[in-house]
């Protein structure tokens, strides 16, 4: 039972990472982006979530009204200013420099709100803590049931968004051909800039829920970069279905490892990554390009 | 007021100059064919008319505005539609979506993907197929359509039957004839210059980055533009100064 319980935990757990893989998913898997400032920003929004209940008795969920199309704001300048520049350096590029971007975010965190943790938890209300009972043994924390249904309205939003609609259309051209879109009439620069836009108002929906789960400090953006990242791959990055998988994958794994040894949580959730990338080395694509390389390396 | 002029534009792959200030004109509805060898420039012209390679000198004017500076997205729309060499589809998107894309450009009219669907007969069973799943024909139908769902009023096409079976480029060349009744303006690049010549009532022929010949299509023989399309009055002239 103890072991079933924590397997359901788990998959819940597991929403909580598709959440925060989103945008990271997202911006990778239309943009070939990889944002390392993606967990600092996830920290940023939960940042001014606080100062907004702290300081104005604003409630996080009415907060994140206002903080994801902030966010969006963000993310538009962040396409315009850094992003759209860094990529005409190559692969590399947008990699330093959003790392550079993350170290600037955590360290002016620090330097205003000092290495206190602080939670989102104590303003709203018992959702935090509560939970339903299924049996004597297994419970669901509502908030963990409401991370797993966010995440699934989320992902399945952005997908419906990208399938259905002239912009998304444009979105998933841009990223396979931008020179032919605009050929065809698409403004390849401003739909960058709404991806990115759309990316960040899904991290300040991840940031909201950091918050109200556990504890943040100015420097827990790089923890949820790597299970954000760590989600991504093992769901096949760039697809949004595949990253509530890998998300789940990643929470499953880490539940059982706690429950084998309470340093489990993070080996097994490591290992089950390291699985899963080396099973794709070995018997994917990538695997069969770089056997290819190598026995024609070897007949050379 | 001419459709489409282009006033002496040059462009440059790196060091090589591919188009040596080329200067021609478009009427409204009018259909030009653009011939010469291989590497005589004519894809870099089209592809400098449509926006998609910078202009080094010279200036592109569309329906009397001067849009040599304009971005791709903003001469399509203006009612420019280049079908570009190689379809250029987006294989990740199914046929449907690829014509919808078309609507970027924010222009309406008679071409909607019904339109497209009675213009083309054999993309109706593929239409929700991935565009990366088509056959040569059906993907040359594709690129067509998508840039008629643009509505453009000048419509560039580059070697549409590159690849292409003869059947398939009779039909192709069919639809094309169709299309002229509508009134859209064709710049159509080709290799097989019978064929273009058959279709165009004007055409230019280019010679290492330069118009070699130009004139209504009536008034030049085959063997004229044979020579131009190979140089050979230039080395004969060559050959008679030494």
């Not at chain 1, 396409?79 to 550079?100: I, Y």
Request: one cysteine or more; hydrophobic letters at 50%.
């Amino acid at each position: 039972m103890i072991f079933l319980n924590q397997i359901l935990q788990g998959v819940l757990l597991g929403g909580y990472y598709a959440l925060i893989a989103c945008g990271l998913s997202f911006m990778f898997g239309v943009m070939g982006v990889i944002n390392l400032a993606h967990g600092s920003l996830a920290v940023l929004a939960a940042y001014a979530l606080y100062v907004l209940a702290d300081r104005f008795g604003v409630q996080p969920f009415l907060g994140l009204a206002m903080i994801a199309p902030a966010m969006a704001l963000v993310g538009w300048a962040l396409q315009r200013l850094v992003l759209e520049r860094s990529v005409r350096g190559g692969l590399l590029a947008p990699v330093l420099a959003t790392f550079g971007l993350s170290i600037i975010i955590d360290n002016l965190l620090f330097q205003r709100f000092g290495a206190d943790t602080r939670s989102l938890g104590p303003y709203v209300g018992d959702l935090s803590y509560d939970s339903w009972s299924l049996t004597d043994e297994i419970a669901i924390g509502k908030l963990a049931a409401l991370t797993m249904a966010v995440a699934i309205v989320l992902l399945g939003g952005i997908q419906i968004f990208l399938n259905r609609t002239l912009t998304g259309r444009a979105i998933r051209a841009t990223a396979e051909d931008p020179d032919t879109a605009g050929l065809v009439g698409v403004n390849a620069r401003r739909i960058n800039a709404i991806a990115a836009a759309i990316a960040l108002a899904t991290v300040a929906v991840a940031g909201a829920f950091l918050g109200m789960r556990a504890t943040f400090d100015p420097y827990a953006g790089a923890t949820q970069l790597i299970f954000a990242f760590e989600a991504s791959v093992i769901g096949g990055a760039g697809s949004l279905w595949g990253t509530l998988v890998g998300g789940i994958v990643l929470g499953v794994a880490q539940s059982l490892g706690a429950l084998v040894n309470p340093q489990g949580f993070f080996i097994a959730g490591h290992f089950a990554f390291l699985v899963v990338l080396f099973a794709r080395l070995f018997f994917g694509d990538l695997g069969q390009r770089i056997r290819t390389a190598l026995a024609g390396g070897r007949r050379r | 007021m001419r459709l489409l002029s282009v006033e002496k534009l040059e462009a440059r792959h790196g060091q090589l100059q591919a188009v040596r200030g080329v200067s021609l004109g478009i009427e409204r509805g009018e259909t030009v064919a653009l011939v010469g060898a291989n590497g005589a420039g004519k894809t870099t012209l089209l592809r400098t008319i449509a926006g998609a390679h910078r202009i080094a000198a010279g200036r592109v004017v569309f329906k009397g505005e001067d849009i040599s500076s304009r971005s791709p997205h903003a001469r399509a729309a203006l009612g420019m539609a280049l079908v570009p060499e190689g379809r250029r589809l987006f294989a990740r998107l199914t046929v449907e979506e690829n014509l919808l894309l078309a609507r970027s450009a924010g222009r309406t009219g008679a071409w909607t993907i019904d339109a497209v669907m009675e213009a083309f007969p054999n993309l109706k069973a593929r239409r929700r197929a991935l565009a990366g799943t088509l056959s040569g024909g059906e993907q040359q139908a594709t690129a067509i359509g998508r840039a008629l769902m643009m509505n453009p009023e000048l419509l560039l096409l580059d070697e549409v039957s590159l690849g292409l079976s003869p059947l398939i480029v009779d039909r192709l060349y069919a639809q094309l004839e169709a299309l002229k009744s509508s009134g859209v303006a064709m710049l159509m690049v080709e290799q097989d210059l019978k064929r273009a010549m058959a279709a165009a009532s004007r055409t230019i022929c280019m010679l290492e980055g330069a118009v070699a010949i130009e004139g209504p299509t009536a008034a030049l023989t085959r063997e004229e533009v044979t020579e131009a399309y190979f140089g050979l009055n230039k080395a004969r002239a060559e050959a008679l100064s030494r």
